[in-house]
Every structure is written in C-alpha cells, then in structure tokens.
C-alpha cells in the first residue's frame, strides 16, 4: 500500500479502466451490489475536511497522503442483494425476504472483492492504492456525495502516482503469516 502520493491528476480514462476492473469481480447471484463514488480534485479536499480534523494533521503521520488526486470511496448496497434474490430463479432461498437470513454479508465480501480487483489493477499500472477506514466523519461525507440510506460505505481507497519517499505504514514489520494459516487437509 501507498501513503505518500505526488497531487499529479491521473487520467480519466485510466481511472474508467480501473472501474471497469472492479466491477468484473464476482458477486453473488451477479447482484453486483456495489457503487464507488470517484473523488478528483476539489472533491478530495472535502472528503479530508470531513474526515481529518486540521489540528489533528499537524502530526499526521503521512501528510502527502493528503495529495492523492483521488479519492475512491466503495459502498455495499444490501438492498440489491435483496431484490436479487427475490428473482425467480433465486426466491427459492428464502435470502430475498431479509437480510437477515443471510449466512454472511455477501454486499460486503463482494464489494471487498471488486475492490481489492481495484487495487490490483492500480498497482499493476504501476500507480499507488491505499485502502483505509473511514473513522470520523462518516455522516458528512455520505452528506457531502449524496449517498442513499440503506448503502454501507466500506471504507476509502486514496490512488495516484506514489513518491519514492512513502512511508511505510505502522503494520508493515509484521511478517507475512504462511504456515500458520495454511492447513492443509486439516486445521
Ligand atoms: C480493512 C482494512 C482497513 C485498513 N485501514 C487502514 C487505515 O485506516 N490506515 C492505513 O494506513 N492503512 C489501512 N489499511 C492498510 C493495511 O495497513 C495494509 O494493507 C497492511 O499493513 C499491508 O500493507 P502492505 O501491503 O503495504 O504491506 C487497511 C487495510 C484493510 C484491508
């Protein structure tokens, strides 16, 4: 993951193919219950305005974080999940009268998918992603874009070109989990 971006734009029709990724990822049914709403520019700056107090940006940690020229933000939708699976082919499951007859909630695993379809797609255009939680300011930003009730925003994704002087995140030193987390044929 990138945290330290240069404000250079990235272009249009570079951002529509990394959309366009994304939303090739699976979905069950096909519900595709996802919407991403794109930030550039001016928009970037309220969406930080909204979610990191000024004081608070004196010791950020990744100031040029701040520089990402957009700003993806992901939302599941569970209504279409819903609507779906009250289809024909799928009211036999029961899963279209609530949510909660859901075994898992399949608006966020495939909303995670499509965007994780995102960051890989970034990263292999050689530009930088950072997926990160919204944690204050959530209401002002769904204000701020409009979002319908019902949708549940995931989180944010900050893309652009990355500098050579990123600094790594708090996590980074972990080392990867392998053997520990493979079991195979048993746990
Ligand atoms: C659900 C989720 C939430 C995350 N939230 C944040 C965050 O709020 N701030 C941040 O700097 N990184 C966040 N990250 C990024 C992780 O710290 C990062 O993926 C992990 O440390 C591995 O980093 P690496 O790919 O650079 O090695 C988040 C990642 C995920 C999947």
């Known amino acids: 993951m990138t945290r330290s971006f240069s404000s250079e734009p990235i272009e249009p029709e570079v951002i529509d193919d990394l959309l366009d ?48 020229p957009v700003i993806v ?24 009268e609530s949510i909660e007859n859901w075994p898992a909630p399949y608006w966020t695993i495939d909303t995670s998918f499509a965007v994780m ?38 989180g944010a994704i900050a893309l652009g070109r990355p500098l050579e002087t990123d600094r790594v995140g708090r996590s980074a030193g972990r080392p990867r989990k392998f053997t520990d987390v493979v079991h195979r044929g048993t746990w």
């Open 21 to 68: 990724l994304a939303t090739r990822a699976p979905s069950a049914g096909k519900s595709q219950g996802w919407h991403f709403v794109v930030l550039e520019g001016e928009q970037t700056r309220n969406f930080w305005d909204a979610t990191l107090d000024v004081d608070k940006r004196r010791t950020f940690a990744w100031p040029r974080l701040l520089d990402a």
């Open 73 to 96: 933000l992901p939302f599941a939708d569970p209504g279409q999940y819903l609507e779906r699976y009250s289809q024909n082919d799928k009211a036999a499951t029961g899963l279209g």
């Open 117 to 154: 379809t995102l960051l890989l797609a970034a990263t292999e255009r050689g530009l930088g992603a950072l997926f990160f939680g919204v944690f204050n300011g959530e209401v002002r930003v769904r204000e701020m874009v409009h979002a319908p009730d019902g949708v549940q925003l995931l």
